[in-house]
Structures are given as structure tokens and as C-alpha cells.
């Protein structure tokens, strides 16, 4: 399988505090992306950083991709209440743009 | 208009029927994808379309089976399914092989096979 793996599973924290989250891959990517899902509903796509960029900023997050080492980190500064979902990576090995991989997931709880 | 909508919410049937899922799109995007995801698991290619011609079958049951009548519409056509064939199914659509690659989902289907 060409699953990533994320970690931590499940991460709780207060709000105000960061979360950081890891994905790491198995395969040579095009690009990779990261996606959220509310409740178990339909996922919303937050960010995409390319094979050839190292560091992308998209308001409160940050997203790192070490393709020596086939890993990215997202990282959601300040968190809020409303940021409590679940955080899947997701990456196109394929260069078709046609076929997305998802990582396993973190469940991210934020606590007033 | 940036919305993926899908149709039923939530549907529960039994193994000897017969039933669609439905999905739409009015962004002019060229790729539409069917995913399966179980509780606490992440979502799993089923079937890619592109240009309204099925590009990609992940070795999906033949009791699943997808339909794209038209670049705005995908179908899912459940007939025969099995009780751990339970689960949310997504559809997504993104402009199309080559293109911009971001997919936007729908709400998903939350079906229950009894």
C-alpha cells in the first residue's frame, strides 16, 4: 500500500496552543497536500506544497515537505475550538493529478 | 459556485436492493472521483472519471458500479451489497488530469447495509 502514515493518531490540546502534525510517504511525489474533515463529513482541501518547495504559509498554517526524508508537517498556530477535526496528508505520486493517496489521519481536539 | 453536492445524505438498505448515489458539480471541472471511508479510517479510491470516461477502478466490486452520464453529474449504482459495505462515501471533483490539483469533496453519503 501506498498509504502514509501520520502521527500523532490523536492530539489534544488547549486553545491558543499550536498543533503539530506529521505525515510521512512511502513513494516520490509530485506534490503533496492537506486536507481537513469535520465530524465525518466531506474533507476541505487546506494547502498543497510542490516535490521542489520546502516551506509553505497559508494564514495560521505552515506546511513543511522533507523529500529526503519523505516527510511534511503541518503546523496550525494559535488553534482555536473550530479547529477540532481530523487531518489527513495526501500525496500524488502519479504526476496524472487523477490519484490521491490519504495518510492515516490525526484527530485534532481543541479545548477551550 | 465551489460546491460538491451529493445525494442522500444517508441511506440504509438491505442486501437485495437496489440503489444510486448521486453527485454533482457546476465548477466546469473534467476529473469526478467515488471514495469509500470507514469510521476513523482515511478515505479510499474507488473510481476516477476523467472527461467522463472512467480512468481509474480500484479493483471495486462489480456490485458497485459508477455511472457519468454527463461532465457535471456522477453516479453510483449499489446492487447486492454486502453489510461491511456500511460506510461514508465521498465524491470529489478536481479540474482534471494535468490541472489544478486540489479535489473538492461533498458532504458524502452515509450508508448503512442491513
Known amino acids: 500500500s501506498q498509504q502514509g502514515e501520520e502521527d500523532p493518531q490523536a492530539l489534544s490540546i488547549q486553545e491558543g496552543e499550536n498543533a503539530t502534525m506529521n505525515c510521512s510517504y512511502k513513494?516520490?511525489?509530485?506534490?503533496l497536500q492537506w486536507y481537513r474533515q469535520n465530524s465525518g463529513r466531506g474533507l476541505v482541501h487546506l494547502i498543497l506544497?510542490?516535490?521542489?518547495?520546502r516551506e509553505k504559509h497559508s494564514g495560521r498554517l505552515r506546511v513543511t515537505l522533507d523529500t529526503s526524508k519523505k516527510s511534511s508537517s503541518l503546523l496550525i498556530t494559535a488553534s482555536r475550538a473550530a479547529d477540532t477535526a481530523s487531518y489527513f496528508c495526501a500525496t500524488d505520486f502519479t504526476g496524472t493529478a487523477s490519484k490521491l493517496t490519504f495518510g492515516t489521519g490525526t484527530r485534532l481536539q481543541v479545548t477551550l | 459556485d465551489t460546491e460538491v453536492t451529493q445525494t442522500p445524505k444517508h441511506l440504509v438498505m438491505g442486501m437485495t436492493n437496489k440503489k444510486s448515489l448521486k453527485c454533482e458539480q457546476h465548477m466546469g471541472h473534467r476529473a469526478m472521483y467515488w471514495y469509500k471511508q470507514k469510521a476513523k479510517k482515511p478515505p479510499e479510491l474507488m473510481f476516477v472519471y476523467s472527461y467522463e470516461k472512467l480512468s481509474i477502478n480500484e479493483s471495486v466490486p462489480s456490485r458497485f458500479s459508477p455511472e457519468c452520464p454527463n461532465s457535471s453529474l456522477l453516479n453510483l449504482h449499489l446492487h447486492a451489497l454486502q453489510p461491511e459495505d456500511s460506510a461514508l462515501y465521498l465524491c470529489?471533483?478536481?479540474?482534471?488530469?494535468?490541472?489544478?490539483?486540489?479535489?473538492?469533496f461533498g458532504p458524502g453519503t452515509r450508508l448503512l447495509v442491513l
Open positions: 470529489a471533483s478536481s479540474q482534471g488530469p494535468g490541472q489544478q490539483e486540489t479535489q473538492y
Open positions: 506544497i510542490r516535490s521542489n518547495e
Open positions: 513513494t516520490s511525489i509530485n506534490n
